[in-house]
């Protein structure tokens, strides 16, 4: 079994589309909003694929007023869950952010996805009272992305 991560784009958007449909059920994006996510300049998406088919995705987008850059959706399909594919793609989306916080949405009630955060350093920051569409609230959590300090060359 080989778990590649990789930048998702266009061509993926069949294969992305029903992955999304099998993880998130009704609250799978429109395929509207996967396009238009997949072609917004600056978007950092990646899938997973092991030995060839894709079983996971994420996607982030930058706040350039807020300096944050938040994580849109993650999702593995659940054959492939516990196995560390989110916890790759989390990571990968983390290597390449050159904003200094990172943020998400994620129910009250995820307790899965919720204990993957915690692991990877994220803290509940605040609740957005019914934020989905069925009423449940979310949790926003936040990690702060380590700042490298390049210390002043030897006078
Ligand atoms: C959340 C999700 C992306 C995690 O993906 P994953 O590939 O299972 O994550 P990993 O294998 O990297 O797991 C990392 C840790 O989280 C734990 N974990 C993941 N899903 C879990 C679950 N449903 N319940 C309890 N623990 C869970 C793993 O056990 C592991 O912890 P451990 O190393 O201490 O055992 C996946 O469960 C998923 O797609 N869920 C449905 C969609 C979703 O809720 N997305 C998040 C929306 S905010």
């Given at each position: 079994?080989?778990?590649?991560?990789?930048?998702?784009?266009?061509?993926?958007?069949?294969?992305?589309?029903?992955?999304?449909?099998?993880?998130?059920?009704?609250?799978a994006w429109?395929?509207?909003?996967?396009?238009?996510?997949?072609?917004?300049?600056?978007?950092?998406?990646?899938?997973?694929?092991?030995?060839?088919?894709?079983?996971?995705?994420?996607?982030a987008e930058?706040?350039?007023?807020?300096?944050?850059?938040?994580?849109?959706?993650?999702?593995?399909?659940?054959?492939?869950?516990?196995?560390?594919?989110?916890?790759?793609?989390?990571?990968?989306?983390?290597?390449?952010?050159?904003?200094?916080?990172?943020?998400?949405?994620?129910?009250?009630?995820?307790?899965?996805?919720?204990?993957?955060?915690?692991?990877?350093?994220?803290?509940?920051?605040?609740?957005?009272?019914?934020?989905?569409?069925?009423?449940?609230?979310?949790?926003?959590?936040?990690?702060?992305?380590?700042?490298?300090?390049?210390?002043?060359?030897?006078?």
């Open positions: 079994m080989t778990l590649t991560i990789s930048p998702a784009r266009l061509r993926d958007l069949n294969a992305l589309r029903k992955m999304e449909k099998v993880v998130f059920s009704e609250d429109p395929v509207i909003d996967l396009m238009a996510a997949l072609f917004i300049p600056g978007g950092i998406h990646y899938k997973a694929e092991i030995d060839g088919n894709i079983v996971g995705f994420i996607s930058n706040n350039l007023f807020e300096n944050v850059t938040w994580v849109t959706t993650v999702g593995v399909i659940p054959e492939y869950r516990n196995q560390g594919v989110g916890c790759s793609l989390m990571k990968a989306v983390e290597d390449v952010v050159t904003h200094p916080m990172i943020k998400l949405c994620v129910r009250k009630s995820n307790s899965g996805a919720i204990h993957l955060y915690e692991k990877l350093g994220y803290h509940t920051q605040n609740t957005r009272r019914k934020y989905y569409s069925d009423g449940e609230d979310a949790f926003v959590m936040a990690k702060t992305k380590p700042v490298m300090v390049v210390p002043p060359p030897d006078l």
